[in-house]
């Protein structure tokens, strides 16, 4: 099982980091703009029209790795559609959405709002479809984070927490190169704390996605988590992009942990 948890963690960060290293470097050797926020229609659409399409597209493909790391290390999936105590399933529509709360409400009271108005309609039909892609792409990062490598680490740490805090650092420096190539230009300080910023929110974001895969069982569940995260901070921006707030988002997150682990403390 250890070897299988390396090939695992091999080929999900070989993937993903020669992906999204590759891409972005052709993307820039060509002169052209790295769109991070593409949906995976928009990508697909683009083939064949635009020059930039195939390095967007090899960018786009480096969320996979995590999926493909665990069909390769063998993963069977015999469980995807199990739904154990349907209940929690409620936490992974709730939670992403109480997380932005505060950045949303700070971000109305006191942000600056961008000129040319977003509409109800075309708000919607966005974040729908980014809600899709993401489900789509980030998704499917679950059959390897929570499919493979969170049950290793629970049946191997003494308890709920360590398996959580270790698969989270891992989680985020998968991240890393993404992170580096969206905010190197703007300085190594600036991106320090960003760094650090993200890991400690991942870290958190991970307990409770495992506390929610624990206790539903359920791929599916957690990819729609997943999706539903990444969505609520996509839409937030999109309607402030300019917010100072968003270091609340981790705050947050913290704070729900805090709520998760008095109420439903797992050994």
Not at 45 to 58: N, V
Not at 170 to 178: G, L, N, Q
Request: aromatic share 18%; proline share 4%.
């Amino acid at each position: 099982m250890k070897r299988n948890v390396w090939l695992y963690l091999l080929v999900s960060f070989s993937w993903t980091w020669a992906c999204w290293i590759g891409g972005a470097f052709l993307i820039q050797l060509n002169g052209y703009a790295l769109d991070t926020d593409a949906t995976l229609f928009e990508v697909i659409g683009a083939i064949g029209s635009e020059k930039s399409a195939f390095p967007q597209l090899l960018f786009a493909l480096g969320v996979f790795g995590p999926f493909l790391g665990s069909v390769i290390a063998g993963k069977p999936f015999k469980d995807f559609f199990s739904l154990e105590q349907r209940s929690f399933s409620i936490y992974a529509w709730m939670i992403p959405l109480v997380i932005v709360i505060p950045t949303l409400i700070m971000s109305f009271l006191f942000s600056e709002v961008p000129e040319g108005k977003v509409t109800f309609g075309s708000a919607a039909s966005t974040i729908g479809l980014y809600f899709l892609s993401n489900l789509l792409t980030s998704g499917t990062e679950e059959f390897g984070w929570r499919g493979f490598l969170y049950p290793y680490l629970r049946s191997r740490e003494k308890n709920f927490w360590e398996a959580t805090w270790k698969g989270g650092i891992i989680w985020a420096a998968w991240h890393y190169p993404f992170l580096i190539i969206m905010y190197m230009g703007q300085g190594m300080f600036v991106l320090l704390l960003y760094l650090i910023g993200f890991t400690a929110g991942i870290v958190a974001m991970n307990y409770l996605t495992n506390f929610v895969f624990e206790k539903t069982e359920s791929i599916p569940t957690v990819m729609a988590m997943h999706a539903l995260n990444n969505t609520a901070s996509y839409a937030l921006l999109l309607f402030f992009p300019r917010t100072p707030f968003m270091i609340l988002v981790y705050l947050t997150t913290w704070a729900v942990v805090g709520y998760v682990e008095k109420k439903h403390h797992l050994d």
